[in-house]
């Protein structure tokens, strides 16, 4: 089984900062991409920032220069630090990690339980 758990989610005011993590464990032989998504109510889920195995990072328009994502491979646990945090940015963050299991098995997605994050003043 593996298990992926998040932190880090609050109330913030605007302009504020926030650090979320997500820490997977269990039978793991690789982890490829990491990511962490949002959705807020009435809207679909978007992606927010992703960052492959080799350490190349993109992002959402929106966040640009504002958030940053980061990955510690021998934890096997992502970060998303969240600056400059707007009302716009309040939704459920999810973090989502590709990994293998085993070597010989295809990679597969796996979800956080998902982190509330609200920006209001």
């Known amino acids: 089984q593996v298990q992926l758990v998040e932190s880090g989610g609050g109330l913030v005011q605007p302009g504020g900062s926030l650090r979320l993590s997500c820490a997977a464990s269990?039978?793991?032989?690789?982890?490829?991409?990491m990511g962490w998504y949002r959705q807020s109510p009435g809207k679909q889920r978007e992606l927010v920032a992703a960052?492959?195995?080799?350490?190349?990072?993109n992002y959402v328009d929106s966040v640009k220069g504002r958030f940053t994502i980061s990955r510690d491979n021998a934890k096997a646990t992502v970060y998303l630090q969240m600056n400059s945090l707007k009302p716009e940015d309040t939704a459920v963050y999810y973090c989502?990690?590709?990994?293998?299991?085993?070597?010989?098995?295809?990679?597969?997605?796996?979800w956080g339980q998902g982190t509330q994050v609200t920006v209001s003043s």
């Open positions: 989502n990690l590709r990994l293998r299991k085993l070597a010989i098995v295809p990679p597969t997605d796996y």
């Open positions: 269990g039978r793991i032989f690789s982890i490829n991409a």
């Open positions: 960052i492959t195995d080799s350490g190349s990072t």
